[in-house]
């Protein structure tokens, strides 16, 4: 028996698209629940590191790649109560500035002091922040009197960016008093 021929049309594209996006988002949850459990089954089968009896307030930590270095001083911008201060090329603030503008804003309406040691310094960072025109010949970023980030030369690659963390307030009070911020 013959039949007439099918027609086929091709499916809207916002159908499509919608379609699409529900597949992806599936897997990408499928994918985030995934990690969560293997996280959880990590926690469970490694323990924590015994802690040293040295002083335990004083850390120190490599970052390695601009990524996780700005993913530190966003924690310490977020985190700092009294004063943060930044001191990096004009380049260089202009990009911390554009990466944490955000966080830099809710610090400051908190009521924590915004300094920035720069030869010259972009409007937006002069809006939110006390300028200090001077040269500096290192990149560093000062969070209360508790931890500091000392980075690489800005001639530096991004990815192969180089910061030590402290977190020594010792060592922060005294660069402080040297940048003469004390």
């Given at each position: 028996q ?10 809207p594209?916002h ?33 924590p ?20 270095i ?17 001191s ?11 990466a ?19 030869p010259?310094?972009?409007a937006?960072?002069?809006?939110l922040?006390?300028?200090v ?10 969070a ?25 307030p010792?060592?922060v ?10």
């Open positions: 013959q039949g007439r021929p099918v027609k086929y049309s091709g499916l594209i159908d499509a698209v919608k379609t699409l996006k529900k597949l992806r988002e599936n897997d990408l949850s499928k994918e985030l629940t995934k990690i969560d459990e293997i996280g959880k089954e990590l926690v469970a089968k490694i323990k590191p015994q802690q040293r009896e040295q002083n335990a307030d004083e850390k120190v930590w490599t970052l390695k790649g601009r990524e996780s700005y993913t530190k001083i966003g924690g310490m911008i977020a985190s700092a109560k009294k004063e943060i201060i930044f990096s090329t004009p380049e260089g603030i202009k990009s911390k500035f554009k944490h503008l955000a966080e830099i804003e809710k610090a400051r309406d908190l009521g924590v002091k915004i300094h920035v040691i720069s010259v310094v972009e937006e960072a002069a809006k922040a006390n300028v025109n001077k040269s500096i010949p290192s990149r560093m970023v000062l209360d009197d508790q931890a500091l980030i000392f980075l690489t030369d800005h001639k530096t690659k991004t990815e192969d960016e180089v910061g030590v963390w402290m977190h020594s010792h060592f009070q005294t660069i402080k008093q040297t940048l003469g911020k004390q």
